[in-house]
């Protein structure tokens, strides 16, 4: 969702240190730093405070210099026109050249786009810890803005001195922000998969923004990014992922570095659609990799959706629930067998808000906590079940209390524990998730022998 706060976006040439005076600002190191140019490839905001005001950065794709993405036309043009309508869409421009480097021709033709569009510009001198950056603040003069500050954003030179540039420029009093009354925790939302299978897209529609590069082939996005959008009253932040691929396939360090990013992005989300391309189910299965990475998420007590996308391209129906699919699931790990899951298509729009209401009924699962009463009703219900009763149980259940969420975690203290077998603790489970609603998310049963 656009920020209705003090706008600044992080423009320049490739590999200047945008994405690192980003993170500096911002005091995360949320945005991937790598020693090679055109690292970044979407657009990530953060909220920051200068001088008591708030206002919102925007790290950007470098302008120029494309020779990594040269054989790519159809990505420089998507980022051509990216930046293009971030320059317009900001208050005041953040203009990085790098000291060391010095003023490029580049440079000039990006000062000259700048001053076309009749934006407000800073230029911030990069690496001027350097000696060679005393030469490079003189000719970043001559680039016809007023505001030249020098600064190292690796190690924190200047940032003071920027701060008080900038506060020049933003107004006492802003626009209200929007006064929708929202709840108070934030969702935190994943969109995982392989890449080039739509989460991109995906992000772009649910938000209403174009945001995130998409094209035609693999590897666009290359780090997370998260935006934040309210749905129905709730808060959620959308956080995009790198797509992920079997280590055995990855040779660059730098896809490991987006790939290890992607799997800390979703490890500390709250829930996570993992998205499949609908249009590789042949023969009725799914990629061990998919399913590898669904248990792999369940297992880290994550809510789960799985989405296949691009059913349009398929002969599935949009509300279709083939059994196979099901099939799938159970044979590879237990726990998938109620990870529910839809079909959906990102480019029409096609059961995008059915799947996001599907994630907040699970994160509110997630969340539930249940009257330790109430638990212990259940359980004098379980016990006088039928498996309960029969000669196989030499066991007793004794007592049970919730002891923590997301995932619903529950403790039972048991008499004859050793006794107890592998079926036993199923049939407990699976009566405990259909009797409080938890059908369709992983819960943690821990069961102990009670002492005497």
Known sequence: MLSDKFRIALIGCTNVGKSTLFNRMSGFRDALTFDRPGVTRDIKENKVDICGKQATIFDTPGMYDYSENSNNPQLMNAIKIK???MIKFSDLILFVVDGVSGITPNDKEIAKILRENGKNVVVAVNK???KAAEYSYIDAMSLGFR?????SAEHGI??????????????????KENTQVLTENVIKLAIVGRPNVGKSTIVNRITGEERQLVADFSGVTRESSSIDFAFHNR???IIDTPGIRRKARIKDVLEKISVANSRNAYKRADAVILVIDATTLIAGEIEKQDLTLASDVINSGK???IAFNKYDQTPYKKNDKPEFLRRNFSRSFAQLKDVPFLFISALN?????????????LYD????KIKTSDLNDWLSFVNQSTVMQSNSAHFKLKYVTQIGSAPPTFLVFVANKTNMRAGHERYIINNLKSSFGLEDIAVKVIFREQKR
Request: proline share 4%; charged share 30%; no cysteine.
């Open 365 to 368: 699962k997630q969340a539930k």
């Open 83 to 85: 930046l293009s309508e």
């Open 158 to 175: 200047g940032i003071s001195e920027l701060y008080e540039v900038l506060n020049r420029y933003i107004p006492e009093t802003l626009p």
């Open 349 to 361: 729009g096609e059961n995008i808000s059915k799947m996001l209401h599907t994630v907040i009924s």
């Open 303 to 305: 809510a789960l959706v």
């Open 235 to 237: 808060r959620i932040r």
């Open 147 to 151: 505001d030249v500050v020098k600064i």
């Open 128 to 130: 001027s810890e350097k």
